[in-house]
């Protein structure tokens, strides 16, 4: 198929490059795979369908390669794979214009859904229209909920955040089950992205 969506990988590891390729490539998408970030602004493609690309790589990591491709003034949509635990990262990440990210351990469908959101025309709401959804996801929310957001967008630890709203890590724990289940988010970086839009 000649118009297969072409999705650039970029990740300092052969073996996940390879899975990578490979999982794309049963799935329908052409493949370009790049060792670290230096080498895909080396080839600097036309504006791909996506860039996939790992968050902690040597050298450059991948916010700095979105950092540069926005600073040159390149608008590649980007998703960025991130390690558990990378919360603070991966929001940092989204805030420098990564649509999305991916966290490990991944299941293939997930990663999959993610690369096919990034591929599709209207993957890109204006930002007025991004603020509008997520201020009435997030209308339904309680003060409390809110505050746990608010922790939970700083990258804080459940029990961190309990501390602070002096409230137990369980309670912490139902109130991020809530946030989930009030705002419609599928996972952890579909929290983020409604949070960011929001402007918390």
């Keep these: 198929m000649a118009?297969?969506?072409t999705i650039h990988v970029i990740d300092d590891d052969e073996a996940?490059?390879?899975?990578?390729?490979?999982?794309l490539d049963v799935n329908g998408f052409a493949v370009?795979?790049?060792?670290?970030?230096?080498?895909?602004?080396e080839a600097l493609p036309e504006p791909p369908a996506?860039?996939?690309t790992d968050i902690r790589m040597p050298d450059m990591t991948g916010l700095e390669l979105v950092r540069q491709l926005r600073r040159d003034g390149h608008h590649h949509p980007v998703i960025a794979i991130t390690g558990h635990g990378d919360v603070a990262l991966a929001v940092e990440a989204m805030k420098?214009?990564?649509?999305?990210?991916v966290e490990k351990p991944f299941t293939d469908d997930a990663l999959i859904a993610a690369v096919r959101a990034c591929t599709s025309s209207d993957v890109a709401p204006t930002r007025e229209q991004a603020l509008q959804e997520a201020e009435l996801?997030?209308?339904v929310l309680s003060p409390r909920e809110r505050d746990v957001l608010i922790g939970v967008v700083a990258g804080k630890l459940n029990k961190v955040i309990a501390y602070e709203l002096d409230i137990s890590p369980r309670t912490v724990e139902i109130y991020r089950a809530n946030l989930m289940t009030k705002t419609g988010a599928r996972n952890m970086p579909g929290l983020m992205r409604i949070a960011l839009a929001a402007g918390l």
């Design 50 to 52: 996506c860039i996939l």
């Design 137 to 139: 996801k997030l209308s």
């Design 16 to 23: 996940m490059r390879d899975s990578l390729a490979f999982l």
């Design 3 to 5: 118009n297969k969506p």
């Design 96 to 101: 420098a214009g990564v649509i999305d990210f």
């Design 32 to 41: 370009q795979v790049y060792c670290s970030a230096a080498s895909f602004l």
